[in-house]
């Protein structure tokens, strides 16, 4: 199993920026991937980036060139470093890994509002 605390939502404005983090326990050597999702009422949970072990990273096409996803494997941590937030981008954020078992685990979110 693995464990996953999120920090670093809160409220901004327009064009600011945040910084998420989330921290990883447990059977850490087995994560494969690691992402964050992003949800708003009503709607299914959507894909906002990723990365792999090795560093590969890919984005979802609305954050492309503003947000910017990270991971420390030694301290089996994740980041997304958000600017030029929109109020488009409000949303509960979740962390999310994949492990080479194809389990799949979910941190508890943090709500990122952006206002206009």
């Known amino acids: 199993q693995v464990q996953l605390v999120e920090s670093g939502g809160g409220l901004v404005p327009a064009g600011g920026s945040l910084r998420l983090s989330c921290r990883a326990s447990?059977?850490?050597?087995?994560?494969?991937?690691m992402a964050w999702y992003r949800q708003t009422p009503g709607k299914q949970r959507e894909l906002v980036a990723t990365?792999?072990?090795?560093?590969?990273?890919n984005y979802e096409d609305s954050v492309k060139g503003r947000f910017t996803i990270s991971r420390d494997n030694a301290q089996n941590t994740l980041s997304l470093q958000m600017n030029s937030l929109k109020p488009e981008d409000t949303a509960a954020y979740y962390c999310?890994?994949?492990?080479?078992?194809?389990?799949?685990?979910w941190g508890q979110g943090t709500q990122v509002t952006v206002s206009s």
């Open positions: 999310n890994v994949l492990l080479i078992t194809r389990a799949e685990y």
């Open positions: 447990g059977s850490t050597s087995l994560i494969l991937r």
């Open positions: 990365i792999t072990t090795g560093g590969t990273a």
